[in-house]
């Protein structure tokens, strides 16, 4: 166990840096339970613990990859390119979301073609992932955090791990609650709102843990 | 201002670079190139194009593989033995698959693309159907509800085919319907007119291509159906023949006797044709003509709910509670049955209840 | 909410021209979830469930189709006309299959009442608590059908 104390500098690129960033991401920061990102495909897609799943997996992936090259474009040409009087802050909103739309197409058609085995359990899901905004968040605050190269690889694939975590435990609470008696009136979104808001109480225990 | 053209031109490029990459992605990941398709190992090689399903690649080289639900994953009806190259099974496939068929390798043609080169084995009969444009000679009113179409073929203008088999008539997009569908109707005419196809057709509420033929089609139209399908025809036996069929039912049976007459056949044979009210019985004077210069036929409409007052001397009651009164005694018998799942579940009951043996009754499982 | 691509590829499937000429949503607007959800809490006012009333219904059928087309009583106040349509519908629904074509008219005597149902209509209802769209041909509202079958007592 981890006890570091609050906004603790520690030497970057170590691999002690590299387990606070990933712990961080997946559960003290966690994108759904503890910033609300994503929530559609969390409410839509968690009723069955098969597609949560595969949906979970299909954001980890994209997350982790579209955080890393989000990484590259912001550090590496943006803020170069600040010399020249190009507002990073203001296009990398723009930009991030091209980078995340291309790379979904992209991954769609190379899936398909390499493995189709892996198409059909997870591909389904990727055109849903364009707009699920867990994965622009991750960028943003990868950038907030001002986190580069190995860092924010760790921290995309940290923040994706946190989301499949959650909507696994929500599929799993569905299943459960398909046989109990749900008032009417709160049964579908309203009880699933009810759970996710319970679940992240159970999450700010890991508040005290770390701090990034 | 030189700020803002320089960050609307770097978004822009960035932009334009990404577009490039996912163009150049698609035309080498999606593109499958050319694939052969080898059919029932070797008796047919095809140089197809990949990339499309493979129910429309066959029907774009010739071999029409049924289907009822147009390619959209539905209905399992375009099932094809994939021994080679198919891939693994999809989830559209895995639910309208039994385990034994998809240990078997049959998969759901139109749920599979082709991407790359295959080896399939579909049934032989298939290989000789072809699809054929017609132009509708005569529609004509046989009841209420039931219409005769009579299409003249323009190419291929000559049609094979033995009766009790079936065409898929193709309904295209009108008012009602987006997109061009098929509905599989059993060919009406004997095989000795094979330069002419008829179809009785009975209108479905709410049918796509019955809808179609009754409100819409006329007289000098052209069409489209492919065929023929079906493994449903008589067999070389002389034993006595008992045929069930009802209302559009009738299509299979006006075709068989009507070539018997034609090839001087005489094999005894009991026709029992169940409606509900007078109105629904057609043909009537043809096939009393038919019974007298053929004295091995025998025409038996029954009529289970007749109005009053409604002017018949034919049998009354459920056509398979006459078919019970009329066929007595022993003997060798087959059964010919043409209708709907019930009413052929009932007739099959009934002959079976007579003595008929299980294998001795064919119907066709299409419909 | 967004819908899961399961349900688009279903709703798309109801829509008319694509299994039958009318589809099964008719010219309701509201979407697949909340027909089926609006029509369930229907069901549950009348202490009813869908597979009661669907067997209710699929009895009724079965005598109607035995009776070969003419007019039959399936119950105390019940007629039921049988007729019969060739060939095999797909249910919109994924890895169901295909199911016979062919609608069973039922007439209430006391009300004058019809009601038209098939095959595929009463298993929708008996699997997926789906009545149809407003506007369909053979969607008939819960509580009305539960009426003519003479099932449940209307809330208060």
Same mark, same amino acid.
């Given at each position: 166990?981890i006890?570091?104390?609050?906004?603790?500098?520690?030497?970057?690129?170590?691999?002690?840096?590299l387990?606070?960033?990933?712990?961080?991401?997946?559960?003290?920061?966690?994108?759904?339970?503890?910033?609300?990102?994503?929530?559609?495909?969390?409410?839509s897609?968690?009723?069955?613990?098969?597609?949560?799943?595969?949906?979970?997996?299909?954001?980890?992936?994209v997350?982790?990859?579209?955080?890393?090259?989000?990484?590259?474009?912001?550090?590496?040409?943006?803020?170069?390119?600040?010399?020249?009087?190009?507002?990073?802050?203001?296009?990398?909103?723009?930009?991030?979301?091209?980078?995340?739309a291309?790379?979904?197409?992209?991954?769609?058609?190379?899936?398909?073609?390499?493995?189709?085995g892996?198409?059909?359990?997870?591909?389904?899901?990727?055109?849903?992932?364009?707009?699920?905004?867990?994965?622009? &968040?991750?960028?943003?605050?990868?950038?907030?955090?001002?986190?580069?190269?190995?860092?924010?690889?760790?921290?995309?694939? &940290?923040?994706?791990?946190?989301?499949?975590?959650?909507?696994?435990?929500?599929?799993?609470?569905?299943?459960?609650?398909?046989?109990?008696?749900?008032?009417?009136?709160?049964e579908?979104? &309203?009880?699933?709102?009810?759970?996710?808001?319970?679940?992240?109480?159970?999450?700010?225990?890991?508040?005290?843990?770390?701090?990034? | 201002?030189?700020?803002?053209?320089?960050?609307?031109?770097?978004?822009?490029?960035?932009?334009?670079?990404?577009?490039?990459?996912?163009l150049?992605?698609?035309?080498?990941?999606?593109?499958?190139?050319?694939?052969?398709?080898?059919?029932?190992?070797?008796?047919?090689?095809?140089?197809?194009?990949?990339?499309?399903n493979?129910?429309?690649?066959?029907?774009?080289s010739g071999?029409f593989?049924?289907?009822?639900?147009?390619?959209?994953?539905?209905?399992?009806?375009?099932?094809?033995?994939?021994?080679?190259?198919?891939?693994?099974?999809?989830?559209?496939?895995?639910?309208?698959?039994?385990?034994?068929?998809?240990?078997?390798?049959?998969?759901?043609?139109?749920q599979?693309?082709?991407?790359?080169?295959?080896?399939?084995?579909?049934?032989?009969?298939?290989?000789?159907?072809?699809?054929?444009?017609?132009?509708?000679?005569?529609?004509?009113?046989?009841?209420?509800?039931?219409?005769?179409?009579?299409?003249?073929?323009?190419?291929?203008?000559?049609?094979?085919?033995?009766?009790?088999?079936?065409?898929?008539?193709?309904?295209?997009?009108?008012?009602?319907?987006?997109?061009?569908?098929?509905?599989?109707?059993?060919?009406?005419?004997?095989?000795?007119?094979?330069?002419?196809?008829?179809?009785?057709?009975?209108?479905?509420?709410?049918?796509?291509?019955?809808?179609?033929?009754?409100?819409?089609?006329?007289?000098?139209?052209?069409?489209?159906?492919?065929?023929?399908?079906?493994?449903?025809?008589?067999?070389?036996?002389?034993?006595?023949?008992?045929?069930?069929?009802?209302g559009?039912?009738?299509?299979?049976?006006?075709?068989?006797?009507?070539?018997?007459?034609?090839?001087?056949?005489?094999?005894?044979?009991?026709?029992?044709?169940?409606a509900?009210?007078?109105?629904?019985?057609?043909?009537?004077?043809?096939?009393?003509?038919?019974?007298?210069?053929?004295?091995?036929?025998?025409?038996?409409?029954?009529?289970?709910?007749p109005?009053?007052?409604?002017?018949?001397?034919?049998?009354?009651?459920l056509?398979?509670?006459?078919?019970?009164?009329?066929?007595?005694?022993?003997?060798?018998?087959?059964?010919?049955?043409?209708?709907?799942?019930?009413?052929?579940?009932?007739?099959?009951?009934?002959?079976k209840?007579?003595?008929?043996?299980?294998?001795?009754?064919?119907?066709?499982?299409?419909? | 909410?967004?819908?899961?691509?399961?349900?688009?590829?279903?709703?798309?499937?109801?829509?008319?021209?694509?299994?039958?000429?009318?589809?099964?949503?008719?010219?309701?607007?509201r979407?697949?979830?909340?027909?089926?959800?609006?029509?369930?809490?229907?069901?549950?006012?009348?202490?009813?469930?869908?597979?009661?009333?669907?067997?209710?219904?699929?009895e009724?059928l079965k005598?109607?189709?035995?009776?070969?087309?003419?007019?039959?009583?399936?119950?105390?106040?019940?007629?039921?006309?049988?007729?019969?349509?060739?060939?095999?519908?797909?249910?919109?629904?994924?890895?169901?299959?295909?199911?016979?074509?062919?609608?069973?008219?039922?007439?209430?005597?006391?009300?004058?009442?019809?009601?038209?149902?098939?095959?595929?209509?009463?298993?929708?209802?008996a699997?997926?608590?789906?009545?149809q769209?407003?506007?369909?041909?053979?969607?008939?509202?819960?509580?009305?059908?539960?009426?003519?079958?003479?099932?449940?007592?209307?809330?208060?």
């Open positions: 166990m006890l570091a104390q609050p906004a603790t500098q520690i030497e970057p690129g170590s691999a002690l840096n387990m606070i960033i990933l712990i961080t991401a997946t559960l003290t920061e966690n994108m759904l339970l503890t910033r609300f990102l994503g929530m559609c495909p969390f409410l897609i968690s009723r069955q613990l098969k597609s949560a799943f595969g949906m979970g997996l299909a954001v980890v992936f997350t982790t990859c579209t955080c890393f090259l989000n990484s590259l474009l912001y550090w590496h040409v943006l803020v170069p390119l600040e010399a020249y009087g190009v507002p990073a802050e203001s296009l990398k909103l723009i930009l991030f979301i091209v980078v995340i291309a790379f979904v197409q992209f991954m769609e058609m190379a899936i398909e073609r390499v493995s189709l892996l198409y059909f359990s997870l591909g389904v899901f990727l055109p849903l992932i364009t707009v699920n905004c867990a994965i622009l &968040g991750t960028s943003l605050f990868m950038i907030n955090k001002s986190l580069a190269g190995l860092d924010a690889l760790v921290y995309g694939f &940290g923040a994706g791990l946190g989301w499949m975590i959650a909507i696994v435990l929500m599929a799993g609470i569905r299943q459960r609650l398909a046989r109990a008696r749900v008032p009417e009136a709160l579908g979104p &309203g009880i699933t709102l009810i759970v996710a808001g319970i679940m992240a109480l159970a999450f700010i225990i890991f508040q005290g843990m770390i701090k990034l | 201002m030189l700020q803002v053209l320089i960050a609307t031109g770097l978004v822009l490029a960035i932009s334009a670079a990404f577009a490039a990459v996912l150049v992605a698609e035309r080498y990941l999606v593109n499958y190139g050319p694939c052969k398709i080898d059919i029932n190992d070797g008796t047919r090689e095809l140089d197809v194009r990949g990339g499309d493979l129910l429309m690649t066959l029907k774009g071999i593989v049924p289907s009822a639900c147009g390619g959209r994953g539905t209905c399992a009806y375009c099932k094809v033995r994939i021994l080679d190259g198919g891939g693994p099974v999809g989830p559209t496939e895995a639910p309208l698959l039994t385990p034994e068929e998809i240990e078997s390798n049959v998969r759901i043609s139109c599979c693309k082709v991407r790359n080169d295959l080896r399939i084995e579909i049934p032989e009969s298939l290989l000789s159907v072809r699809e054929y444009r017609g132009k509708v000679e005569r529609i004509r009113d046989l009841t209420h509800d039931i219409k005769e179409l009579r299409i003249k073929l323009v190419e291929p203008e000559k049609i094979k085919f033995v009766s009790g088999q079936y065409v898929q008539l193709e309904a295209p997009a009108y008012r009602d319907n987006p997109a061009p569908v098929f509905r599989a109707y059993s060919i009406s005419s004997p095989p000795h007119m094979d330069d002419t196809i008829e179809l009785i057709i009975r209108l479905v509420p709410g049918g796509i291509c019955t809808t179609w033929v009754f409100e819409l089609l006329k007289e000098g139209d052209d069409v489209k159906l492919t065929g023929p399908f079906g493994e449903f025809h008589l067999t070389d036996a002389d034993s006595e023949m008992i045929w069930i069929a009802g559009s039912g009738m299509a299979p049976f006006w075709s068989m006797i009507r070539q018997m007459q034609h090839d001087g056949a005489a094999r005894p044979c009991r026709y029992f044709f169940g509900v009210r007078r109105r629904d019985v057609f043909f009537l004077d043809e096939m009393r003509q038919l019974e007298q210069e053929l004295e091995w036929f025998k025409f038996l409409p029954a009529l289970s709910g109005e009053q007052g409604a002017a018949w001397d034919g049998e009354i009651g056509i398979t509670e006459v078919v019970g009164r009329h066929v007595q005694g022993d003997g060798e018998r087959e059964g010919y049955l043409c209708g709907s799942p019930g009413m052929i579940d009932a007739s099959i009951e009934v002959l209840a007579k003595g008929v043996s299980d294998d001795r009754i064919y119907f066709d499982k299409f419909a | 909410m967004k819908q899961s691509p399961q349900e688009a590829r279903i709703v798309e499937r109801m829509q008319p021209g694509v299994l039958s000429r009318d589809g099964f949503l008719g010219s309701d607007r979407s697949l979830g909340e027909i089926i959800d609006t029509d369930r809490s229907a069901l549950e006012g009348l202490g009813v469930t869908q597979e009661r009333l669907a067997a209710r219904m699929a009724a005598a109607a189709e035995a009776a070969g087309g003419a007019p039959v009583k399936v119950g105390e106040h019940l007629l039921a006309e049988h007729r019969e349509a060739m060939g095999r519908i797909p249910s919109p629904f994924p890895g169901e299959g295909v199911f016979r074509k062919g609608e069973v008219e039922l007439t209430d005597e006391r009300t004058g009442v019809k009601v038209l149902m098939t095959p595929l209509s009463i298993h929708m209802v699997a997926h608590g789906f009545f769209g407003r506007g369909s041909r053979y969607r008939t509202e819960p509580v009305l059908l539960c009426d003519v079958f003479d099932l449940g007592q209307p809330a208060k």
